[in-house]
């Protein structure tokens, strides 16, 4: 129990070493990782935004931009303490395969339209997922009657819930904890600044949305090799990437053309 607690200490200490945060900026493969985070949450959660929106609706606008604004504060204190206690736990066999196996779960899941949720608060509902299911069901989000610390603490939990998915599929990618966290924070900046472009781009090519979790597949099947010791070169992991959505574009394209055709 003692090393659990050094590790975990020794871990959030990383994010206070200048070596480790200099590497970020001069390694071209950690930035390629964090580029592979911020997609990622923009194609994933874009809508999760307008949830987030939805619930902050009935408080005067001034209060909205606050409630909105201690959510992300939220959620950058969880995914820092997540991120500090993953990289130590994801050194362990079973965990890095279970985690591994539930991307796989989430991925399918949504792939294949399987409901499952875990929670309501109030009537908000916390659904385990990341991307669009039932978009009728999170229009009909409301909370009407919360006050303002209620709200502040029903987007928290939205947030946290929202959260975990991105922060196992992060760990997926890289372990080096600054990729993780700047990830995670331009990641939140891009999921609640410029939602309705990643909505307006998923419209147009919808087919995007199935990319992210074919990506979210490869992902859990990499963690899981990883903890048998197969590791994936970047190079080849970047590659599959390209490949998925350059792919995913061409399809779209195609199925655009004979559409129109068949019009």
Do not use: C
């Not at 005067?60 to 992300?72: H, T, V």
């Not at 939602?195 to 074919?214: G, H, N, R, S, Y």
């Not at 903890?227 to 992991?237: C, E």
Request: proline residues 2%; hydrophobic residues 55%; without cysteine.
């Amino acid at each position: 129990m003692v090393d659990f607690f050094n590790n975990i200490i020794a871990n959030f200490g990383n994010f206070f070493h200048w070596d480790n945060l200099s590497e970020v900026f001069t390694n071209p493969t950690n930035w390629g990782i964090i580029a592979t985070l911020v997609l990622l949450e923009g194609l994933l959660s874009a809508d999760n935004a307008l949830v987030l929106a939805v619930m902050v609706k009935h408080l005067p606008k001034e209060q909205q931009k606050r409630a909105l604004f201690y959510g992300i504060i939220g959620a950058y204190i969880f995914r820092f303490i997540a991120i500090g206690v993953g990289v130590y736990l994801v050194q362990i066999t079973w965990i890095k395969v279970a985690g591994g196996l539930y991307l796989l779960w989430i991925a399918l899941s949504n792939l294949f339209h399987l409901e499952f949720k875990l929670a309501r608060v109030g009537n908000v509902p916390l659904i385990p997922y990341i991307g669009k299911k039932n978009n009728e069901e999170e229009a009909e989000v409301k909370n009407k009657g919360y006050g303002f610390w209620r709200t502040v603490l029903a987007v928290e939990i939205m947030d946290i819930a929202f959260s975990i998915d991105s922060v196992l599929a992060a760990f997926g990618v890289s372990e080096e904890v600054w990729v993780l966290f700047l990830g995670g924070i331009l990641g939140v900046l891009m999921m609640r600044g410029v939602a309705q472009v990643f909505l307006k781009l998923i419209d147009k090519f919808p087919e995007l949305e199935k990319a992210a979790f074919i990506l979210i597949i490869v992902i859990g099947l990499k963690m899981i090799g990883g903890a048998y010791g197969l590791h994936v070169p970047h190079a080849l992991f970047f590659g599959l990437i390209i490949a998925v959505f350059a792919g995913t574009l061409i399809y779209s394209a195609m199925r655009k053309k004979r559409e129109s055709e068949a019009a």
